[in-house]
Structures are given as structure tokens and as C-alpha cells.
């Protein structure tokens, strides 16, 4: 009886590491979904073939990342609010780093880090610096802004489609 009752408990805890187990996985796959969309674009959509509105209200010192498709070529377009209150604007590929297909950026604190080179780069210059190894900016005469809206053309995004060839992959 003695020794049912061991082999009993044996199963008990076996059956609660793998309960264990079983949810951490899930936590995990969890958190990994989370990080993913978060840097997936602005709830999800893609921009197909038009002009990108981004409404500045949205907009806070966390990036956020719109998914623009042009053509059949996929670009990415970053704004964030700076320190000083003004919305900065870029794309989310690497003036150096592009052509590697990890040249893009993702946000760490207030910073934002190429994928390919870990470069950091600070979201006080989005827009601001250009050349080296930063997100390529999208300065004021490339973009419309209101006092509620910025917005992108669709051909001026239709430029920049050579260097989001190889993005990502």
C-alpha cells in the first residue's frame, strides 16, 4: 500500500512539472506575440497604393510603425513624438544598413536600434540627423502637416521603394 501510494504522488508531481512547463511555454508565446505586433504597424493595416495619413494626436514618444505597401513593395514609415513635442518622421530602414534586408529599426526605451549593425539611435533625431547609420528621415518638404494630420504622399513614397527591396527577409 505503502508503495502505491509513493508511486501515487510521483505521478502527481510529474503531472505538475509538466503543468508548469505547459504554462510557460503559453507565457511565452504570449509575450513573443505581443513584441511582435507591437512593432507590426498602426493596428495591424497596411496602406495599399495611397497616401499615408497619420493622425498626430496618435502619436506619443513610443514609435509607432505604419506598413505601406506600394506596388507590391513593402515600406515602413515611423513617427514619434519627440522631447520637444513635435512628431518626427522616417522611414524604418537604415541609410547604411538597407540593403542587408535586417537594416530597420526597433524601439528600446528612447532609443531605436538597426537590426542589422545595433546602432542606437536616438528618437530626439528622428528626422533631425541625416546620413550614417539612422532611420532614413522624411523631412517637412516631403509631407503635408496639419494641425491634426501629417501626411505622406503616395508618390513620394513610390521613391523609396529601391531601398526597401530586400527589407526584412
Known sequence: ER?????????????????????????????????ITSNSGDDGNIIKNSDLVI????????????TVEIDGTR????????????????????????????GYYVQEGNFLVCQNCGNRFGTDDVEVTRGGCN???????????????ITISKEFLSKAKAIFANWKR
Do not use: W
Open 3 to 35: 508503495k502505491s501510494a509513493m508511486s501515487h504522488s510521483k505521478r502527481k508531481s510529474g503531472s505538475g512539472y509538466i503543468f508548469a512547463i505547459a504554462v510557460s511555454a503559453l507565457a511565452v508565446a504570449i509575450i513573443a506575440i505581443i513584441l
Open 55 to 66: 493622425q498626430t494626436g496618435d502619436i506619443t514618444e513610443k514609435a509607432k510603425f505604419y
Open 75 to 102: 515600406l515602413e514609415v515611423l513617427a514619434v513624438r519627440a522631447s520637444d513635442n513635435t512628431v518626427r518622421t522616417a522611414f524604418n530602414t537604415c541609410q547604411v544598413c538597407y540593403s542587408s534586408g535586417r
Open 135 to 149: 532611420p532614413v528621415p522624411i523631412t517637412e518638404e516631403n509631407k503635408t502637416v496639419t494641425e491634426t494630420t
